[in-house]
Each structure stands twice: as C-alpha cells, then as structure tokens.
C-alpha cells in the first residue's frame, strides 16, 4: 500500500507497519516523546483520504479525532491514504540550534590555559638515511632518534609502520612524528605539512553541536548543529535505553549519532577546503547514556538499580575504529562521566564554569533533557540528577514544544481583565509552549490568582478562559481556525514536579554538605533552556532560589565549550579528569530526605515560604 | 579457450594468459622457481592435443621439446588442449613435510625454562558487584581490584569493555581476568572457563609449520604442515619481493600466507574439538622477508642496498586485525629479526640451540633456502647470510628438487665400474636429485676422480656416463624409458657456488672475530636439509669445516622449535629480544675480505687444502 503526503510525495508501507515506522523508514520524522508506545500524544497527523485502523487513540480529543486526527504510532492503513503531517507533529532535523557564542569562547580557553596542546602532539625529527654500517631497520632509526629527543616507549600502529620506509626516503628523513600522550604514534608527515585541525562535540540527548577548530591557533573554524536522530527513538535517555535493549537497537542508535555527526561534519570540512585527513583529533561530550550509545555499550544497567554504567573513565578510541569521518587513527577522547545521570555533560560543563578553581561556593545547574546540579568550589564538588524530566523541553506538556519558530516563550496575564499576551519565538503564528513559557504562565496564574498553591484552578474566577477541556480544567492562551493553545491542571502538575526535582535536588546537597542558600556566590545556568529564562519568574515558581540577580549567569551550552577546551589542552583534559574524579554523586532517587524536600517544594512557590522573601513581598503587594 | 588435463579435469584460460597463469588461478600448481620468467625450465608440461604459441622454450632441450614439452609460463594456447602435467613440474601442497620431533621440544623448554607464562596470562578476580553506596562504573570496579592485586594501568579494548556489564552480572563477579605484558586486556571470561590453546607458527620461505599447543601444560596437541603458497610466485624471497612490489602483490603474499595458517589450523582445532576462540595467542617465526609479507609491509628495501628492513622488532599484533582465525584478541608476537636476510627464524633457532648461553664457541648453521650462519657465546654473537641461494632445495639445478619423495638422497659411484649407486626417497623411481644426494654426487665425482678441483669433468675418464647434454657435459646417474637424471657441469658449478658461499661465510665471521675453526666446539645445524645430509660427504666438497663428528649435531626445524619455546613463556620472549639485540650483522655481499674467502672456497675442497686435513688423507689413501 501506498502513502501520499499533502506535498505530493509518495511513500510506501508494509505489512504490520504503522505510520509512524513507514514515515521513519523513509526519512520523515514524526515527534515522538514516547517513542512509538501511543503515550504522548505528538505524532497526530490527519487522515485526509483512505481508510485505516486504529489501536488507540490516546491523547486525542474528540474535536481532534472529529477532524480526522490519528496517532501515526497506532495507526494502520487498510487501503492507501493521503496523509496531512501538521507542522508541530513534524521532527525539523537540520535547523540551526543556538550555540554557545564562538568567538568568547577562545578568551575563556586563554583565561584558563592559554598554551595549546592537544590530543596529538607533533615533533620534527632529523631520521639519518640508512647505510651499510649503520643498517638497522627504519622504524629502528626513527625510535633512536626520538629517544635521544626524550620520546621513549612510542608504538607504532600499523598504518604508520607500512607508509614509513617510502617517506623516510622521500624526505630524506626530515619528518614531522605525531604522537598521543600515551605514546601512540599518530601519523608521520613530512616537515611542511602545517594544517591541523580537531572537532569538539556536544551529543546532547536532543541536539548535536560540532565545532570545527583549528588546533594551530584555537580558532572556531565553523559550527554545524543538528537534532540528535536518536530522536525518532524517544525524547528522553529512558526511552533510548529501552529501545538500545530491542534486537538492533544499540547498533541503530550508535549510528544514527555517529551518522549525525559525521553528517555535520562532512560539509564543513569542505566548505572550508579542509581535508577529513587533517582532523586530527576529536573530543565528545555527553551525557553518560549518550557516550555509552555512541561507544556501542549497552547502557540497560544505567536504568536499573543501583545505576550503573559499564564506564565512566574512556579510553582514547580510534576515529577509525569509531567510524568518525577523521583521520582514521585520530584519538577520540571522551569526556569522563560521574555517574549513571551525570556525565560527560556536566563536568565538561563545569570546567567552563571554572567553579572548580574559585574559594567561593558555587551552584551550577544544567536544566536540558534532565536537569543536573553540582555545587562545590576549588576543594570539592557535589552532584545529583534531579530527574526533572523534559518537562521543560515539551514533553509530558499537552501543547508543549522545544524553544523553536513558534513557541511561546513569554506570558503575561493583564491582572484586570485575566487576559494573556503571548510572546512567541520568531513572531510566528504559536505552535505551542516552550520551557520559559511554561514558567511564565504558571507564575502569572498563581500571581493572578488564577491558580492556588498546588497548581490547582480557584474556582469561581473571573474569566471564561478556564474551562473544562478533554484532560480536565484548562486555561486557554490563545486560539485560531487551526489550533487552541492550552495549558491544563495536568501540565501544571507536571510542571510543578519538575520544578520540584531541581529545588529539592539544590536544598538536599546543600544540607549534605551543611550550607545554607545565601552562601552561594555564583549560580552558573547551562543549557539552551538558560537563553531564554526569566530568573525571577523561574524564582516565583519556586524552582530557582531565592538569591539577588547579580548571583545568576547563563553560561549557555557549557558541554560544547566545554569539550572546545579539552580539544585544545592537555591542562583542560587533565583538569576534566580531575573534576569526574573529586565529584560525588549523591543518588536522589533513594534519599528519603530528598523525597521530604521533593515533596515541600511541590507548592508554589514552597511549603516554606520563609525561603522565598522576594516572592512573599510581591504576594503581600498583590 | 579450455584445458583438459589427462584427469579429465577441465580448466578454462583466459586471453592474455599463459599456461602456468590459467593453472594456477583454478588451484594447479606447478614448480616455478623464477616466478615464470621463462629461466628455471621447471613449469615443464606436455602438450597431448592442441596447438599453442610458445614464446621461448628455456632450458627444454631438443630431446623435450621434441616429445611435446614446453614451459607453461611461455605458452598461450591457440586451440583447446589436453595438458599432461609430469609429476615433478606439480607442486604438491599440503604435503606432511618433516617437522621437528614434537615430543622432545617440550623437555626443551623445561631445560630451558620450565615455567609456563604465555603471552596473555589470567589472574582470578573477586569484582564486588554494585550498589546504591558504590555504584561507580564497572571497568573502574574491575580496575581497582585488580590494582588491589597489582596490576596497575590496565588498558581494555573495545569487545572487553562491551561485554563486561553482563559477564559481571552473570558471574556474581568471580571472573578471570586475562592480559598481556603491556597490560592489555585480553578477554573476561567466567572462573571455569579453562581451555587455553596456542599456535606456533614456522612461516618458512618454502614451507609453513603450525603447533598447536595446549597452554595449561606445553603439550604439542598437534602439528600441520604445508607448501608456503606464495611459491607460485617465485622460490626464493628475492622473487617474492619483486613480485611484491607488482600492482597487487604484496596483498596477494600477505593473504596466501595468512591462508595458509589459516587452512592449517582450522582443521586442526576442529579434530580436537578446539574452539577457534580458545586460541589465545600466537607466535611468528619467518626469515625478515616472510616478516615483512606476513606484516603486509613492503620489503622492497629489504632488497635494495643498504639492505634495510622497515622492522626488526615487531610490536605484538591482534589476531583479528592480522586475520588470523584465532581469538580476535589474541596476541600475535612476532619473533624479532636482525637485518634484512637475518631473521626471526635465525633468533628462534639461537634460541633452541641454546649456544647463546655456553660459554663455549658455537656455529650454527640453517641451511634452507638462504644459508644463514651464527657464530658466538653466552657473551657476544655475530651471524651473516651466505646467499647460498636455494641451490640445495634444487633451485638452479637441472634436475633439482626438494627432499621428498623420489629425490635422489645418498649416491655412491664404485670407485672401478664407475656405475653409481643411488638412495632414493620412498624408495621410488627417482624423480630428480635433491640437496644431500648432489653433495654426495659432487663428492664421489671428485673422490673417484671424475671431477678436478674446480669441478670441471676430467677428459678421458673411463665411463660413458660422461656426456655431451644439451647444457655442455654432464654425467648420467640414471634413465629409464620417461627419464634421465643428470648433473651438468654447470650444475656442479652452482653447488660449488653455494658450498663455497656457506664455508666463507663461515671463515670470515671466524676472521672478524678472531677465533680459529679449531676453537669451535660445536656446530648445530637447522633446517630440513640437516636431516639427510652426510657430514662427511659435505666436509669432504668443502661445505663444512673439518672438524671432528662429535662436534656436529643435527637440531631440525629450530625456527619453529624456537617459535614454540616463545609461545610458552615470557622469560623465552625476553631471551629472543636479548639474542636479536646482541647479534651483530654482517654484511657479506659488500665486503671484499669475503669475496677472497669465497673465491679460495670454490675449488673442491678448497684452495687451502691444510683446512681439510681428513680430506688430505683421503686422497692421499685413494
């Protein structure tokens, strides 16, 4: 049978294929937080012509499947179909993703460090031509030579010893010797080959950022970003977990990252003339499901108690080994993880921050696809995964999306007629909300009175845009011929869970560690999510604590930079191992005092709201 | 075009391609010691129907070409044939070739040694399984018993990380740990996996030796032997590596070789029921040449002044990456060389003859292909290569041919008929003559005075078994209706030729040292050729110094012998490093004190007959 798409484009679809896979299959994307399992509700299209069946239409509400609206994952054709894929169903893989501004990111390498170093160091060396006297092998010669520099112990891998004799001769022995700081030889080249060049890496559970950087000098030679197309596979490191676990699983995750990156990697290289044989070297950072999958290793022990990863320390791999389009023997270094939910991600990220190296007590939180928070300062570091979800990132919200063109990021309710106005991502017609307009709009409820301490309507208020929807109470924020924009009591209720998770998690390493909120000196915001946050809205929620404005700073997508740094020195890469080696990892998911915070922080904005002075004031104002 | 052999068997031929070429693309082989240039005269086929186009008929004499031969590398055919193939021309692979007595090597090693340390050893660890207070990764679990043990700086592929998570878990923890010398990582595997299992493998120029040996006590389990195949690409290295720098050549010898091994051991471990993947480790003995070809590396230079290998010393190699049909882990140790016709199977062959650790002086000799010569002590050693050519395994001979079945072994001429008496191998009709029995025809044509000094046959002699052939004179030693077995002039010539090559090499390694051939207490020959020849035969044409029996001993295929002992342990391994280390070579082809050596040399026995004082008596006494 056959699917044709609204564009015109035709598809196939087999037997026992629903639409979602056909789609996947043939390179269309559907959004699918659940991965497939008719959970969430995303993957809605309409049929527009054709018959088919249907297993379940979960989230969908009448109106909706009035319409014609089915869930591609539960859906079946039974003769051919025209298909109609609204674009908030869509999975837009290629869009440029904000990152981490480039050009400050070298003053933050030079802050730090300043000398360059990286993965593969080169050397000249002078080898003398073999005679009759003095005929000992090739590789014989090179080694005394470097010897006598101080290189000892080098091994030379296969590659390097086959191409040797001819280039010795060719160059008279004038060579340029590449080596790892394990002693590696990387490669041998003749003296007046100059161009070096390395890619650091964010696999992040959503998005994948690659520098391009030129190891000369530091420089950001070009950034290419993309959606993670793991993605297709679920939201969230759970979902991912479970599918690495099905049949092929692992292995189609583990290419579709490797795939993704080489897929931004390729174009660059080109466009800049640079050749994949003169990337030299490579850093990636991830969390620790995401490094697991782009090592191929079956990450099923992360999810199960007592969360344990099969590695949190990597070896240097081969470029060619890890099927990265460098050059093949380039190391691959991975930036070391902490623990089962705190990877590569953060310590990279808290080697941007340089919290590790200031007197003062720092929080640094990284609020993406989970939510992880470190505090500490130059003697020693906590953490813990707050197990926030990707609440904020959309999913689990009815209407929730990724801060992309037509999200609502901001919402302000005219406290006189209870009437919101939409700030929307692009200036597009909304799609739907965003992480910081989820946060605005629960505050502006309850500030309105709209919404009581528990996220719950008041009833009897003054304004017809609550109502009883599919999924319970609603408030309507905006609607069109097309589309309604809500959020609901369940949203909310999810939305304060999350909220919940982070200011719990911050309050119970501060008790573990016998701080107070006030002795925090710097609050470091990491991640996407942090560009467009509103702190005294995230403040008035009761998700962030209450700590004057001058505290907080949004260090943006502290992996990526992170990474950049390690790319570039032997002293970042160093410090990276340090860092993953002094932090501790406190697990939350056990902690009966977690679980009493978890639940005080469950109100808005808190149980005690002796901790909220700010918010308490503008309430008395109200 | 078709071939039909007098078997029935129907070959095709390509255009382009020559007889020998089409043979051997559909697994017919025949002896083709120059690699089919047309100079050998052994690719001899006879053509029973057909017409063909011949470009040049060689050493065929009239008598041959008369009844239908001609050479296979010179043939294209114009119509379909019928080939016969005489038995001498074929090339018989998979022959059983005489391999050292495998029972005896092990008392060797416990002479030697006695504690067995194969190249992966394994170590029982205790790894306690996670929990939620310890949950930090598995490998660094892993890694802080065993340091708890004392292994430090642990490094784990990529398979062994991978499947660790769930052997942990399988096994409760109690695992066997196996590694290598540098601390790799082998294998995990469960505490009652036992079975360990190693090959020793002789990569000899014409023939390739494999041990397989039981790791947990020594024992040989068993032995196979074959052709080395890239003997249809010429009998000598010299021809390997011109054949080598051809288009594909050098992956052509590299495969052939790696097929051989592979096609040895395969059935063996399936006899034994073995599985390929308790094969853990395997040692290389080969001359520089085979190294070099079984490495993949070009050995052009090998060949060219100043004669330089790309390496001496090998790293170790992974069985999968070397395509070896082992454990794709196991490691390869490859036995080190000393220069480029110097090489692993000298060093192994020092190493079982056990002269480097006498304090007596000790010669040492393998004569196979090339003939390289060792002379030294427990305190210093000094070996050259003779170029002696491959003469003894009938190279260059007209009816040559190697010690197997119908080659003429031993002769005796009656000093007053004049009518020889001929040993053949197998007791067979005799198909040629091979390295000892023209030793003892040279010798009893000189001693019956048939042959001067200079090994010209003496005009006038009373038998008419001297000749005019169609190479110049000649003696028959046998004909019946299909054959005639002779050795011309030339053919003594080229004898004398490696005979005096071998004692020069000898006499000047001596010279250089300052030692008499007197002072040398023993004298260990290695090689096939060693189990058939006469030592007095071979003293008496001036190939062996004239020393008392006693002092000579016979130590067969010392090159796997000695790959065996490496296999076995890493006190073996350190003893070959220290012998390739301390062996000084020398470069005979270039110096002019050898030439006057050799030249003094050519004349039977020798231009100094006081060297040769039982020779002396023996001709006085005729």
Redo the contacts between chains.
């Keep these: 049978m056959r699917i044709r798409l609204l564009s015109g484009r035709e598809l196939d679809i087999m037997a026992e294929e629903n639409l979602l896979q056909a789609l996947k299959r043939q390179g269309v994307y559907l959004v699918a937080s659940c991965g497939g399992k008719g959970i969430c509700g995303k993957c809605r299209v309409r049929i527009a012509e054709g018959a088919c069946r249907t297993v379940s239409t979960g989230k969908l509400d009448h109106q909706q499947i009035a319409a014609g609206a089915v869930l591609a994952c539960q859906t079946f054709p039974e003769e051919n179909l025209v298909l109609d894929i609204p674009k908030e169903s869509r999975l837009v893989v290629g869009d440029v993703i904000e990152t981490a501004r480039a050009k400050d990111l070298f003053e933050l390498f030079q802050n730090l460090d300043g000398s360059i170093s990286p993965l593969v160091q080169w050397i000249p060396l002078q080898v003398p031509l073999?005679?009759?006297e003095g005929?000992?092998?090739?590789?014989?010669r090179l080694t005394n030579v470097a010897e006598k520099q101080g290189l000892h112990g080098l091994?030379?891998p296969?590659s390097v010893?086959?191409s040797?004799?001819?280039l010795l001769?060719e160059t008279g022995g004038k060579i340029s010797l590449g080596y790892t700081g394990t002693g590696e030889v990387f490669s041998l080249s003749s003296l007046s080959r100059k161009e070096r060049f390395g890619v650091a890496v964010d696999v992040g559970t959503t998005t994948i950022v690659v520098y391009l950087v030129d190891l000369s000098d530091g420089r950001i030679v070009d950034v290419g970003s993309t959606y993670n197309s793991q993605m297709r596979h679920g939201d969230d490191v759970i979902t991912r977990i479970v599918y690495a676990t099905e049949s092929n699983g692992l292995q189609e995750l583990r290419d579709a990252v490797v795939d993704d990156i080489n897929t931004l990697l390729m174009p660059l290289a080109e466009k800049h003339s640079i050749s994949i044989d003169d990337i030299e070297s490579a850093v990636i950072a991830g969390n620790t499901t995401m490094a697991h999958l782009f090592?191929?290793?079956?990450p099923?022990?992360i999810r199960e108690?007592?969360?344990?990863?099969?590695?949190?320390?990597f070896?240097l791999?081969r470029a060619g080994?890890a099927n990265l389009a460098l050059h093949s023997q380039a190391p691959v270094y991975t930036v070391p993880?902490v623990?089962?939910y705190v990877g590569g991600d953060i310590v990279a990220g808290v080697l941007a921050s340089r919290m590790h190296r200031q007197g003062e007590l720092s929080l640094f939180m990284d609020i993406g696809t989970n939510g992880e928070i470190v505090i500490g300062n130059n003697e020693w570091l906590v953490t813990a995964a707050c197990s926030a979800g990707p609440c904020f990132e959309g999913s689990g919200i009815k209407q929730g999306m990724r801060a992309t063109e037509g999200a609502v990021e901001s919402v302000k309710i005219d406290r006189r007629t209870l009437e919101p106005v939409l700030g929307i991502i692009g200036k597009a017609k909304p799609l739907g909300i965003c992480g910081s307009g989820m946060i605005d709009a629960v505050s502006e409820l309850f500030l309105c009175g709209l919404i009581d301490q528990k996220g719950r309507f008041v009833n009897g208020s003054k304004t017809e845009r609550i109502r009883e929807g599919f999924e319970g109470t609603e408030f309507l924020f905006y609607q069109d011929s097309q589309r309604q924009i809500v959020l609901t009591e369940i949203d909310i209720e999810n939305i304060l869970r999350a909220k919940a998770a982070i200011y719990a998690g911050i309050s119970l390493l501060l008790k573990e560690t016998g701080f107070s909120f006030n002795e925090i000196e710097h609050v470091y915001i990491a991640g996407g999510f942090g560009n467009y946050l509103n702190v005294e809205r995230a403040i008035m929620i009761g998700m962030l604590p209450d700590l004057p404005g001058e505290k907080f700073r949004f260090i943006g997508n502290t992996a990526i930079a992170g990474a950049y740094l390690c790319l570039l020195s032997e002293n970042m890469r160093n410090e990276a191992g340090a860092i993953a080696r002094k932090m501790t990892n406190i697990?939350l998911s056990?902690s009966r005092l977690f679980m009493d915070e978890y639940l005080s922080a469950l109100f808005l904005p808190h149980t005690d709201i002796s901790q909220f002075p700010t918010v308490t004031a503008l309430l008395d104002n109200k």
């Design positions: 073999p005679t009759l005929n000992i092998s090739d590789i014989e091994t030379f296969h010893i086959s040797s004799a001819d001769r090592w191929g290793l079956n099923a022990y108690e007592p969360y344990t990863p099969t590695l949190n320390i070896p791999w080994t993880c623990a089962s697990e056990v």
